[in-house]
Structures are given as C-alpha cells and as structure tokens.
C-alpha cells in the first residue's frame, strides 16, 4: 500500500468553489487560503438556518492504547462512506498541531484512502488559526506582565498567576522557566511556563464560541489569577480581550478542505484532550449542521473523556443535539484491554499480541461494553465500528461483533484505510439506521449541581470509580470558583487517557477505585471547571530522534519525510 | 482628514487577479489568501525572466527622528506617482511585525492617501510569514535543547549557544530567562531568551534567499553556537533546516497587495533594521523588477544604514543594480539635525519647533549632504523628496531644496500623503530623470576585505568616524569567524539609527569620533557578520498603555483603534 503522502499526492481534488457548492454553500462565503484550503464566513451560519438539519454523529472509541485506533480515520471513512449509499456527509474534525508533527511520526488527518488531502497542508500551517491563537495568548501575558512592571493598578497577586505563555513546538525546556530576568527594564522575575499551543484556554474558547461577539465576550472572562482579596483578574480587566479578539477574528472561520474521495471537511480548532475538551469547533458545526443529511465529527480519546465532553461541554456550547455515537474499536486495544499485553509507542506489537487470539479479544470486552454504556448514559445510539487493520483476524473481529450483539448495539467492521469509503459503506448503514432509533438527548449532570458533585458523578458513571477524593488543595479551589461564580459551569476532568481510571496501566474496567483530584482550575473564558487527576503534561518533549530530522524537501521543492 | 483606518475603508479594491495582470502576471502564478492578499509562486521567477527590466529605485532617508519621517509613505506614494506620468510600477516593502502593532500606535502600511490596503490585513497576520519564521526558529532552538538532552554528540558548548527563541509580541519579560527548569525531565537549566520575530536570522534569511533551495541552504548554514574545539555547530548537523524550510515553504513566496490606487504592492519579510539589514525580500524584487517600468523599494532607517546594506548585502544576494536612490527628509528631522531641538516619541513636537524656521531647516543641513554623499559613494544617482507635513512652511520646504540644489541633487516637494500619487507626480518625474541620468553602481568593499577593515571602512565613509575601536571581546570572536571562513562576509553593522555615529543624542553629521566595537555576532546563514556599537534592543516592552488597550472589534465586527 503506497505511504499516505503518496496516496495524498496522488489525489485530485476539486476546485473548493465546487466543494462548497456542493455543501450548498455560495461563493460569496467562500475565502480561498492558498489553492488548498478556504475558510467559511461566519455568515453561513445565519444564511443557512432555514435548512433542515443532518442527522448529527459523533465518533469515539474504547479506551485507546498510546498508539490510537485510527478515531480521525474511521471519522473521514465513514463521511466517505455515506456517498456509497447515496447521501451526503459533511466531515469535521480538529486540526492538528504542529508541535507533533515535527516530534513524533504520525500525520493528523486521517490515513491511507480515508484522509484529508493535501497532508502537507493539514499537517503544517493550514490557514494559521494556531498561530493567531498562539498569538492571542501572548499578547495576553505580555499584558499581564506589562501590568505588574507599570505599577500593579489591579492589585494582581504575582504568586496567583496561573496565565502561562503557549508555543505550538515540542519543547520540554520551556516548561518550568523564569523569566523578567535582567535588570529594571527588563521586567519582573517570575517563575512561570509555556503549554503547546493547543493547550492555550484561547484554543478551547475559540472551539466553544458560537459567533465573533460570543469570542469577543469569552475572552474578556479569561481569568489571568487572582488580587489580594481573592477576587479574579480577567482579561477584560486587563484590556486586553478587543486586541485578543482582532487577532482571532480570521481564526474564528472554519477551514474548509476534503477528503481523497472530495468529501467536504472542515478543519477547525484543536483543544488539548489532556485538560480541554478536545473537540473541534461549534462554529464549525453549526456550519455543518445545515450542509448535507449527516455532519460526522469526532471527539478526543476514549468515550469517557472526549464524548462525554462532547455531550456536557460542546452540546451545551452549540445546543445541538447528537443522533447517534460511533465506537472505535481495534483488534490490538481490546486485547491490550484483556491484561494480558502491553504497547509501546514506537515499539513494534509484541509478537504474541499479533498472532490469532478472538479469547484475548473477548477478554477485552469489560472496557467496550463500559464506553458503550456511557453513550448510553446520553441517551444517544452507540454503533461500534471495527477500525480493520492489515494483520487482525476475522475471527477476532467477530469476537468484537459478538460483543456488540450482546451489549445489543448495530456493529460494522470497516475497512476505510485500505478501501476508503466503500470499505466503510457497512458501517454507513449502521449509523443510519442508529440515527433513526427513537432515544432522546440527556446530559449527564445539571449545571445547578455543586462542583464537587458533578466531578462524583463524571467519575462514578462514566469512569466506574467508587468516589472522589478531593486534597485539601483542590478543596480551597473549589471554593474559591463558587465564590467567584464559576460554579454553573460543567466541568472537564483531566486525567490519563489510557485508562478509565487514574491510573495509565490499569486496562479494561478497572473497579474498586476512588478518584484522586489533586487540584482544580478553571477556564472561565471558555466555560469550563477542570480538576487535575494525575500528571498533565502540557509540553511535550522531542524524542532522541525528533521526525523533524526526516522532513526536508527535494530537488523539485516537494515535501518528503512527512508521515 | 480621515484616519488611516477610515481611507483604509473607503477604498475601492481591484480583484488581485486584476493587479497581477497588470503586472504581466497569469493567474497561475497566483495564490488567494483570503479575499486582500494573495501569494505569487516562485515560478515567476524564471517564467518572467526574458522581460525587460524596470528601473530599480530604493526609497532611503535623512537621519530619522524617533517618529519616523515617513519613507513607506513616500515610497507607497511614490509607486502611485509614475501612473500620473503615464507608467507602470510595482511597489516593494517589508512586512509591519505585530507586536508592535499592539504596543505602540503606528500601522506600518504608509499613511493617508499613500498605504497599502487593507490596513487590518498588512498590520495583522497577512498570510502568516512571520509565524512561519516563528515556528522554524523555535524548532531549532528546541531541537538544540533537545541536543543537548539527549547526550550532546555534538559535544556542543552549551555557554557557546547564540541561538534563542522568537516571538512576534512586544515583551520585555521574555529578553532574559532561564529555562529548562523542573526536573531531569524538563531539560537542562540554560540562561537564554527571546528576540522579535523580525530579529530572527531566519527572517534575515528568508529575506536573502533567491530561491526555496537557496533558502534550504541558508538555514542549514545557520550557526546556533561552538563545539569545544571553537568549531561552529550549525543547523545541518542538527538534522533542523530540513524542516525548518518545510515550515517556511508557503513564507518564502511574496505576497500580493495593492495601494488605494491599485498600485500593485509586493510586502514580503521585515528583518529587524537593529541588528540585521532591514530590507524586504530578494524574492519580490526578483519578481517585481520584470513587472513594471518602475520597481519601488526600500530600505530601512538612514541611507548610513538600510541604503548601505542594501546596495552591499542585499543587491549582492540578488545581483540587481539599483538605478536611482530617493532620500526623504522632513522639516522636523531637518530642524532636529540643527542640534536645536530634541524629540521624544508619544509627546507632542516642542512649541518652538513648529514655527516657521527655514533657518532651522538649513542649520540641519550636514546630515542630508552626508546621506547624499553616502549614496553617491556606491555610484547611484540620489533625488531628495521632501515628505511634506500639514504643518510645514514653504519656506522651510524651500531651505531643502535649496541643499539639494547646492549639492547638484534633483529634488520634489511631495504631497502623497494627503493628496495621494498625484501629489508625488513631481517626485516620480525627479526619479525618472534621476534614473537616465549615466552612473556606475559599486559596493563600498570588496568581500574579501579583512572583517575589521570592512568594518572601518563603513564607518569612515558612511558614519564620518575616525576609524573603530574593537573591544577585546570583538577581536577574539573576529578571530574565531576568519577561522571558520565568514570573513568574506558583509557586514552589517548594528548601532543607533538616530544618529550617524553611535551616540543616538549626537545630531546634524558629527565629525571627530570613533566608532567603538564592543562585540560581533554572525549570521552565517543570512551570510553577514554584524558588530554591535552600543545596545540594541532586539524584544521590545509595553507601553504603560499599550496600543492594545484601544484595539478591539465593535458591534458589527469591524475592527476598530488600529491607527
């Protein structure tokens, strides 16, 4: 099979004018950003509210090993897919950072024959919403900085800060710095940070904004730390939040791509899954919404985190609501969710782990039947989607398939990567046929409920813990956000992707275990409350042989080395 | 008058389609970004090369006050001008940095009826150039870090290291850090720091290059700092510039505007005028001088500074010959170089100084005729274009030309910024007259020069020293660059723009002083050595109220306080 640079260069696309045109989107709304991408007026959300709506689908998984189970790709499969049975699928999904694409190997736009094309323009700048992003974000702290060097007016507590400086780079060095070193005009030595980009809390409001006066609005409510009284210093405070805000007022168009089969895409946002929601944007979907009979989009990690924020976070954000939910599964997760394997990123697959074992699969069911229930708990339709890879089994499959039949779920193996599409045509009809079962839309918690309690019942119905244990930290926190008022927002809880306990090495559906929160911090701007259950990396590091070694161009200016 | 911001507004654009093709471009060759701004391939580079080619004209000026004496506006208007003489110009200029944008006042687009347009466009992100420089630049400082980490095969000095990161934000927090702090695995604890964007070597770079392969080598040629034996550890033996050219392979190609006459506009790199040459990019005049009649560029600070390096740094790099050189001076900076006035950026001119005083004006006069001379030093043909202000006296403008006349130099009142390019028809037809006028274009020195007397003869022939003064420090690192073969490198000497000599207070021509070198740096990517005469700043701070503080969107989400 050829590489997926290969099979990206090898694709002809349609001119973006007919793509939109396609979507039933005028070229009026249609600004070209090179000859590959294009954004979409805000416009079109109001354009287009008298469309019906497409039937509107999430994709998420079984609790993913550290080498992913191919969420994006399912993702652009299965909107390829729809074409195959006569309907028309709008795709959205997040766009990717930079940071990793030059750390570890592993483009973010899907793979093989379901990707979005061109990938050296997914994976690299696309239109720069990460830099004004990056941009917006530093203004900030540069203001804030700004504000204690010019006398403090606020009465900004320094040691309150908690408003870092962000840089979409892997770059583990400038996770614990000090900076305002030098002398008088150099500023104040304060020890502070950088986050990757994606990390920044301007990431998560600009995915969660449903028009510019709404980011407008979001981004003066940022809290940048506290004064002597304990009362919040915000953005708006600082007058930063209008040049924030003008710096973002391209970024705040989704971008407008396609698939190798010309499936529309939009590519818009990329929150942190570690401590956001890890969504893509609201705009984007309300775009979407009003674009073809389904808008397929895609949610971080396994179902616990990234749908579940999905339902209580972008929901609530968009006040859409979602028709059905797809499952990722893999061969290689459910066995690693038996206990009996486990994969390395960068390492080959044990050689046991890839020989033909349906038991070890079967013995992973604890953590599929779980994620299932927790869409359940929605109120939505889960679908399972076998994710096929080259070397699985068939019998290993039908184990998964038999797992669904008795959890009573529709399942579908789909083969996208290798067939594009058509190979996810099966899944396709699945989905439909889920979006069609009568269910009705719930969150999981109402925003009334004391923050303490919403952490309870996250944990308890969706991680299976048995409780939470708050430390005296994230106690004092807790109290400080209801007294500031942040108490009505949902709250997204940082932990391990890797389990659905605390816990990265505990696989399947790990019981008899309380919930560690060791302190909590809130995106006031964005709208949401995060307790940290674990350690968050928000700077990645480069490996001793970073892919950036790789990636070069030859002779006649092409990019090679791009994974 | 109307703002910038509001004429900005008011004006009529043409498709950019429409000005390319007003410069012989096919719309192959060009690439939409968003509705303002569009990309020219490199292609055109070779597809244009059997036109004629225009006359090439760089727009310099007197000394400078701290405000600025309005060369973008007098070379934006200048451009308009030749279609009032019935031909065809292209206009050439850098791209305005963002973080002063939102520090202090000051679009950097030309002004009045002489900008560029749109004014949000050119001050804000335009097509990301600046982030690629950011995004290349940070990845091979964390590269380094990483390096270092990793177990320095290399065996790089770490207190050798002159590579830092870059930031487009005006922060003086971040001149002087430490990073590298936390634990074993948040890297190595390293003093360092963080430089404007435009102050990145690969903005000096970028602005160089001929062509993508040129700048792939460029940044492999980049050195980040010495191994124990004192030899260079450069970006190739990082395995960086790979990557770093990748991320900068959109930025490399010039972006297309137009003025508010349609005038076609070439903005493309701005490499800080401190500490490196402070031109706009080889590129666009490699495309732009086959557009035309008339290529417009120019050239950052004084003719002592941006003139010079251009005429030796930059016309080396593009092998272009410049036809005629436009000085601007002002009544104000005339008045200033009489060593009768002082002032100061942000406050209003002193009283006396703006009454009518052609005596002041010609009290200033040295400065002018040693700009002048510098200019004819390099055997272009100066004009003097006196860049008129609503306050001036006729008289006053008189006094300039009466210099002029007396040094045997053409010479115009213009009016483009109130009056647009009719108002600079006089200077267009001094330029035009200028330009036919017989003249042999030559570099100031031979690059095989010693580095020192490179140096010195600079400072003799452009700055009026006696001679230099090198401090300990500057001869060992001069040792070290002949050692490591830069010594058939310009130079590109970094001191005050505010004055001839090194001391920013000393006005008029000072004559009588050396010029002391306290170190060199080089970039031997961008391909100069630069000697630091006094302190150059390359992160600037806020203001106590910084320009983002006014800055926001309003209700119909125009952005509004850009000025």
């Keep these: 099979m050829p590489t997926n640079l ?60 550290p ?45 093989g024959y379901a990707q979005v094309v061109p990938m050296e323009t997914v994976n690299l700048h696309l239109t ?47 996770r614990q710095i000090v900076t305002g070193l030098g002398g008088r005009q150099d500023g104040i030595p304060r020890q502070t940070g950088f986050d990757i980009t994606a990390a920044s809390e301007v990431m998560a409001i600009l995915a969660l904004c449903s028009s510019l006066r709404d980011l407008r609005n979001r981004l003066g409510r940022i809290v ?58 609201v705009v984007a979907d309300l775009v979407g919404i009003r674009c073809g ?31 059905a939910a797809v499952v990722v599964a893999t061969v290689r997760a459910m066995k690693v969710h038996s206990g009996r394997y486990r994969v390395v990123a960068g390492r080959p697959l044990p050689d046991e782990m890839v020989q033909e074992s349906p038991d070890d699969v079967y013995a992973g069911a604890g953590n599929l039947r779980r994620q299932l229930a927790n869409i359940r708990a929605h109120g939505v339709t889960p679908v399972v989607a076998v994710n096929a890879f080259p070397g699985d089994f068939d019998s290993e499959h039908r184990a998964i398939l038999d797992i669904a039949a008795e959890e009573g779920v529709r399942a579908a193996v789909s083969t996208h990567a290798a067939k594009g599409g058509k ?13 069609e079962q009568p269910a009705e839309f719930t969150h999981l918690y109402p925003t009334d ?29 807790l109290d400080t956000y209801t007294r500031c008022g942040f108490d ?24 008899g275990w309380r919930l560690p929160v060791r302190e909590v911090r809130a995106s006031a701007g964005a709208g949401f409350v995060y307790p940290i259950c674990g350690d968050m990396r928000t700077m990645p590091g480069l490996s001793s042989h970073p892919a950036a070694e790789h990636i070069d161009i030859d002779e006649s200016g092409q990019v090679v080395g791009l994974a």
């Design 6 to 65: 290969e099979i990206s260069r090898g694709t002809v696309r349609k001119p973006l004018l007919d793509v939109a045109a396609d979507m039933g989107i005028g070229p009026h709304l249609v600004e070209p950003y090179g000859n590959a991408a294009a954004k979409l007026s805000l416009d079109a959300i109001d354009e287009l509210a008298d469309r019906p709506k497409a039937r509107y689908v999430v994709v998420s998984s079984l609790t993913p090993t």
């Design 67 to 111: 080498l992913g189970e191919g969420k994006t790709t399912t993702t652009v499969g299965l909107g390829q897919g729809f074409a195959h049975l006569g309907k028309r699928a709008v795709i959205a999904i997040r766009q990717s950072s930079m940071g990793p694409t030059f750390g570890i190997k592993g483009g973010a736009a899907g793979g």
């Design 128 to 174: 720069g919403d990460l830099h004004a992003v990056t941009g917006a974000h530093n203004l900030l702290a540069a203001m804030v900085d700004n504000h204690l060097h010019k006398g403090n007016a606020l009465g900004l507590d320094p040691w309150s800060i908690t408003w870092r400086r962000v840089l979409d780079v892997n770059d583990r060095d400038l």
């Design 224 to 281: 940048v730390g506290y004064d002597s009284d304990g009362e919040a210093v915000t953005a708006e405070q600082l007058k930063a939040a209008g040049a924030m805000c003008v710096q973002l007022r391209e970024a705040v168009k989704p971008n407008l791509l396609q698939s190798v089969e010309q499936t529309p895409v939009l590519i818009h946002c990329g929150p942190f899954g570690n401590i956001a929601h890890g969504n893509s944007s």
């Design 293 to 323: 009979d389904y808008l397929v989009t895609e949610a971080g990690f396994g179902a616990d985190m990234g749908a579940e924020r999905f339902f209580n976070i972008k929901c609530r954000a968009s006040g859409l609501v979602p028709d």
């Design 423 to 435: 190979g996810a045509a099966e899944l396709a009809d699945a989905v439909a046929a889920a979006c």
């Design 449 to 477: 409920l004391p923050l303490a309690e919403k952490i309870d019942v996250v944990a308890r119905r969706m991680y299976g813990a048995d409780g939470i244990d708050l430390s005296p930290l994230a106690r004092r926190q």
């Design 488 to 511: 009505a927002l949902p709250v997204c809880i940082a932990k391990t992707h890797l389990s659905l306990s605390d816990d990265p090495s505990r696989k399947g559906a790990p019981t």
